[in-house]
């Protein structure tokens, strides 16, 4: 049987698509499964255990998803494949004409996204599942429902190359890293998300004095994301390693699996942390970690102005709310 996913949705959402292939192969063992994903993932897919991956560029105009030297995927053996179930997690007109490219036998998406334009007549089920009251793992393994598989609470799982673990250790090495270290991932590409720069490196500092723990700072190259980072360095007393611009998505996953201690904000690389059971400490402001947070039990969620159990309708506060004190007293219960 073959299986398409199409998730070309926000790099966090594909990794918390990897529950939905791990419940795939322990249902189905001889399913071939092909992921399509959006290509800020692209390095990342050989992580994910399919059997086939291809990225998606979005492109703009929606003419260019035709175009070979953007979606070389059109030229593959991807169109009319005749897949028994191409599961569509996005819901946007791009990812319902990659679905009737694929030709699939079955093609299913989300109840929420029926009254949408042709929808009735792109997809043969929809799937009742509330994007609201389910975190998002779950709320990706529901769309096996109509494969026959009902799970709950499946973990993620991603799988390294020994190569990526290699060049990694070699990154390390240059920068004389040598036994454990912190991964500290502070930004995101929304401001509203930022925790003040400050207060991060109180706690770096708070992880070389208790744990002795030296702190890599990981981040994109954004120009908002730099300054942030570059404003946590000027308020350190200690030494770091910055490696933000340096890694790649499966460099960066790589980076966090052998990590002592992961901190950082609701983004893709806390789900990375995750992912791997690190032991780590996520911040959350205006997002609900009910739907997000991580699920782990070697992590802890602080929420500004909430505190667990999270519901579904809680409201956060701005993250200048989440004090210090709150986050090292998470630290010590994940560490100690």
Known sequence: MKVLLVQVKRIGDLILTTPVIKALRAAKPHCHITVIADSSAASLLPALGADQTWTFERAGLLANLFRPSINPWIKSDLPFSEFAYCLDFTGTDRSALVSVLAGGSKRVTYERFRKKFLRPQIYQQFVDSSVRLRHTADHHTDLLRPLGIEVENVPMELHLPELV????????????????????????????????????????????????????????????????????????????????????????????????????????????????????????????????????????????????????????????????????????????
């Open 165 to 336: 673990h290699a060049e990694v250790r070699a990154k390390l090495e240059n920068h004389e890293i040598e036994g454990a270290y912190a991964v500290i991932h502070a930004g995101t590409a929304r401001l509203e998300k930022y925790w003040e720069a400050a207060r991060w490196a109180h706690v770096i500092e708070f992880l070389r004095s208790q744990y002795g723990l030296t702190t890599i700072l990981t981040g994109s190259v954004d120009p908002a994301e730099q300054q942030h980072l570059a404003d946590i360095k000027a308020a350190l007393k200690v030494p770091c390693v910055d490696l933000s611009g340096e890694t790649d998505l499966i460099e960066l996953a790589t980076l966090i699996s052998g990590a002592r201690f992961f901190g950082g904000v609701d983004t893709a690389a806390m789900h990375l942390a995750d992912a791997f059971h690190v032991s780590s400490v996520a911040l959350f402001g205006p997002t609900n970690p009910f739907q997000w947070r991580p699920r782990s039990l070697r992590s802890a969620v602080v929420r500004a102005d909430t505190a667990e159990p999270f519901t579904p309708d809680q409201k956060g506060g701005p993250m200048t709310d989440i004090a210090v004190t709150d986050v090292l007293k998470a630290i010590e219960r994940v560490l100690d």
